[in-house]
């Protein structure tokens, strides 16, 4: 069982900044493969960035790809998330997710409680 709990969201104007965090506990990740996701107002769930194992492969949806990046560091239990150029679009609950990897929700079988990132125009 891996209870993970997400951090670093926030408000934040066009063009900027966050770094999430997600830690991890009862479990370490390192046998996980850690996603994370995101569901805007009105909106399904979708995927944005996934990590494997050892953190040598990473996987972006095509709307962060080059904007965001995904990184771990399996002694520390955490997976971060830095947003870099961050838009209005990107507005939205972001949940961090462990499990065998790919980027289909149904893969993932333990996720956190979400942080709220908002971008203001």
């Known amino acids: 069982q891996v209870q993970l709990v997400e951090s670093g969201g926030g408000l934040v104007q066009a063009g900027g900044s966050l770094r999430l965090s997600c830690a991890a506990s009862?479990?370490?990740?390192?046998?996980?493969?850690m996603g994370w996701f995101r569901q805007a107002p009105g909106k399904e769930r979708e995927f944005v960035a996934a990590?494997?194992?050892?953190?040598?492969?990473?996987y972006y949806a095509d709307s962060v790809r080059g904007r965001f990046t995904i990184s771990r560091d399996n002694a520390k239990n955490t997976v971060y998330l830095q947003m870099n150029s961050l838009n209005p679009e990107d507005t939205a609950v972001y949940y961090c997710?462990?499990?065998?990897?790919?980027?289909?929700?149904?893969?993932?079988?333990?996720w956190g409680q979400g942080t709220q990132v908002t971008v203001s125009s």
């Open positions: 997710a462990a499990g065998s990897g790919g980027r289909g929700q149904g893969s993932y079988d333990y």
């Open positions: 990590s494997s194992w050892s953190g040598g492969q990473t």
């Open positions: 009862g479990s370490t990740i390192s046998s996980y493969v």
